[in-house]
């Protein structure tokens, strides 16, 4: 191996005489380049130039060629001995330059070739089963206990996330005073959150105390009903104990029941008389379809002018209105097939009456308590009370007198508020007409309607009346400061968030008594007058 005439370059013999030059400045360190000698047509294939001294850093510049090459330590050792640098200190610092892996490089050697061939894979050591096993748990182990963090480490002050971290790098140092107002704040804020997480964590415990106490309640209440009250019902209906049962609420489970026995059967309607008036308004409304098929919308029937039977019409289009949210009275629901004929049936036995917008959610409160004969036969009776017939007959003059019986209440238990809704107008035909018709039970959320239909079937309708000034009495305090839109508004889309136990308590402290004269009293003298 000699070098060229050149330093720029290394001229290596290749054996065949010829030579190869590799340059030690070009991008390519195997470039290779023919002997200036063969360009001029001078061929000196047996003569070899002359040594010349090589230079330390155009020495160290050819290491990315023996990197490249991957030329092995003894090739290296005697290349530097070729040319003299056996006592140099350079020398000796490039001959471990490749001893690092001196010894894989020897047990390598032994499996294959290192510069041209690919080394193959070393034979992994067999183990047991239940050794690798054992490995792969401590692995897991040591993954999921991590390594207890030192004081430097973020410390969390509170179980409510509050994190106090140090300050970033990038910013300058705080100034004392700075740096402690800043710490107490902190820990105000941890000290009110860690108060604030303790104080709902006690609510949370209060109010499941409460929910277990008012399960246990309705427990033993529910055993009462079952066991003594309903058993001997004339005799225990009017006792003082069922009586205040009656007003916490009749249990779920008996409720139906004792709403059947309360409201009676005065009317003796029977299952079969259920059947033929759901027979016939399937007829009502076969024939309906086929007359406008042929005669199109107009007006073909010859019935009097006395009978309604034709508004069976109407109910296809309220009862998918009943109940939204449940989604059990709309069209391919569980119960609206059953509340269809229910209230169809209904039209057909009180043509007088036919079917009147409301009677839809009453039906469906019933239904959700009873079957659906059993349901018909409270309809029937319900409806047929003295109040229900006045309003849906829409007995203009009767409804007065129910109207003014209220205004006479009203003003005795809470004269401000009379006062501000005659100032602004506010009637009660623009709200309590709703409540009368529905039994409240559109107005108010289904469990408070249902507790206020409880004590509907023990007070009759003065408690209709006296649940429409608790509402009143609720929100009192508010109404007083609304005009007639927003009084209006308020009492004809009652807040779904009103509490049940609330409104009883504002219903217990209405007086349903003028000069000593009850309701039903009152009513009577009105009627007269």
């Not at 690919?118 to 054992?134: F, S, V, Y």
């Amino acid at each position: 191996m000699d070098e060229g005439c050149d330093g720029t370059g290394l001229c290596i013999d290749t054996g065949d005489g010829e030579f190869m030059e590799i340059s030690l400045h070009s991008r390519n360190s195997f470039e290779r380049k023919k002997n200036p000698s063969q360009d001029s047509g001078f061929e000196d294939r047996g003569s070899k130039s002359k040594k010349k001294g090589l230079s330390v850093s155009d020495f160290l510049t050819s290491r990315r060629i023996l990197f490249s090459l991957s030329v092995s330590q003894n090739f290296f050792v005697k290349f530097v001995s070729h040319y003299g640098f056996e006592e140099s200190k350079e020398v000796n610092r490039l001959r471990n330059l490749f001893s690092r892996k001196a010894k894989e490089s020897e047990d390598d050697a032994e499996q294959g070739w290192k510069l041209f061939g690919r080394i193959p894979p070393k034979q992994a050591p067999d183990k047991d089963p239940q050794q690798i096993t054992q490995e792969f748990q401590n692995k897991l182990r040591s993954v999921a206990q991590p390594k207890n963090s030192k004081k430097s480490d973020i410390e969390v002050m509170s179980t409510t996330a509050l994190i106090l971290e140090n300050r970033p790098q990038n910013l300058p140092t705080k100034d004392p005073e700075e740096a402690e107002k800043h710490r107490q704040q902190y820990e105000a804020m941890v000290e009110a959150a860690r108060k604030k997480e303790l104080k709902e964590l006690k609510m949370k415990k209060k109010q499941k105390q409460q929910q277990l106490k008012n399960e246990d309640k309705v427990v033993c209440a529910a055993k009462r009903w079952t066991d003594e009250i309903l058993p001997n019902w004339e005799t225990m209906k009017s006792q003082k104990k069922t009586r205040e049962l009656w007003w916490h609420g009749i249990p779920t489970n008996v409720q139906g029941r004792v709403w059947q026995l309360a409201f009676g059967n005065d009317l003796n309607v029977t299952n079969e008389l259920y059947e033929i008036c759901c027979s016939r308004a399937d007829d009502r409304i076969r024939m309906t379809i086929e007359s406008s098929e042929i005669y199109g919308n107009s007006e073909t029937s010859s019935e009097p002018p006395s009978s309604k039977e034709s508004s069976v019409e109407l109910i296809k289009l309220d009862v998918s209105r009943t109940f939204p949210q449940l989604c059990i009275f709309q069209k391919g629901g569980p119960y609206y097939d059953l509340l269809h004929s229910l209230l169809g049936a209904y039209a057909c036995y009180r043509p007088d009456v036919g079917y009147v917008q409301g009677m839809s959610f009453i039906a469906a409160v019933l239904l959700l308590n009873m079957d659906v004969a059993d349901a018909f036969v409270c309809f029937a009776n319900l409806l047929n009370r003295p109040c229900q017939v006045a309003f849906f007959r829409v007995d203009e003059e009767l409804m007065k007198v129910y109207f003014h019986t209220f205004e006479e209440f009203f003003d005795e238990n809470m004269p401000g508020l009379y006062s501000h809704f005659k100032k602004h107008k506010v009637t009660p035909d623009l709200y309590i007409t709703e409540w009368i018709f529905a039994l409240f039970s559109k107005s108010l959320p289904l469990d408070i309607a249902c507790r206020v239909w409880d004590v509907f079937c023990r007070d009759g309708e003065e408690f209709l009346f006296r649940t429409a000034l608790g509402i009143l009495k609720m929100y009192e305090d508010l109404l007083l400061h609304m005009d007639f839109c927003n009084l209006v508004q308020l009492l004809t889309k009652i807040p779904e968030d009103i509490s049940g136990d609330t409104l009883f308590k504002h219903i217990d402290t209405i007086r349903m008594n003028i000069d000593k004269k009850r309701f039903n009293q009152v009513l009577a003298v009105n009627k007269e007058s």
